[in-house]
């Protein structure tokens, strides 16, 4: 089945650590996303890429980081600079991004503080 | 700035029918995006609007009106299951999608 796979479920950090989000696809889609989800608020833009070693900061880059070594493949590092990073995470994908497709997203990872 | 109103919650009657409002201020207008997000869950695709008018899907309708700045979600026969959020994004002149906080539609028996 196709689909956008994020793990883990949930996960938890402690302070002054780096955790990191995994996001694989195997729909074949170009651009792939992360968002993240705060009660109350809309999904907000962290990072976007559009094509494999290409990326771009959203609206809420600081203190995250991406990779994109593979079309399949988008991880986001959570850094100790990130003050605030309880949230639900979304990753996202689609097959370009100007046109009617729809994104895809997976089923979110929940991060807390411990 | 960018903005994206959608009332915070609703309530409707199993069976009913019910309309969810998406006003929007965006710097473009590139379509405009309607998702279902359950509780804990991914948000998934209903529709998509590009030109003004209706688009029907089912029990599912969505509504757009580009020189109001305005669009939204009918939903017909309503079902238990129907109970979830619903999220309007719009995609701007960047094609970015900018998102609304969504609504949160509790249906009742």
């Known amino acids: 089945d196709g689909g956008i796979t994020q793990s883990p479920k949930y996960l938890f950090r402690k302070e002054g650590q780096n955790v990191t989000l995994s996001c694989e696809q195997n729909l074949n889609h170009d651009a792939m996303y992360w968002y993240r989800q705060d009660p109350g608020q809309g999904l907000r833009l962290i990072y976007y890429s559009q094509i494999v070693n290409d990326f771009q900061k959203g609206d809420i880059a600081e203190g995250y980081s991406v990779s994109r070594e593979k079309k399949e493949s988008f991880p986001l590092t959570v850094t100790s600079a990130q003050k605030n990073p309880t949230a639900f995470y979304l990753c996202a994908s689609s097959i370009g991004g100007t046109g009617s497709e729809p994104q895809h997203f997976g089923d979110g990872t929940r991060l807390s503080i411990l | 700035g960018q903005n994206i109103d959608q009332p915070t919650e609703m309530t409707a009657t199993e069976g009913a029918i019910v309309q969810i409002n998406c006003t929007y201020q965006t710097s473009g207008f590139n379509g405009l995006f309607w998702y279902q997000q359950h509780a804990g869950e991914a948000p998934t695709f209903l529709s998509y609007n590009v030109l003004d008018g209706l688009e029907e899907k089912g029990r599912f309708s969505s509504f757009l009106s580009r020189s109001k700045g305005y669009s939204y979600l009918l939903l017909k026969e309503l079902q238990m299951k129907d109970s979830a959020s619903y999220l309007c994004?719009?995609?701007?002149?960047?094609?970015?999608?900018?998102w609304g906080a969504g609504t949160k539609l509790i249906i009742k028996p």
């Open positions: 994004a719009v995609r701007d002149s960047n094609y970015q999608l900018i």
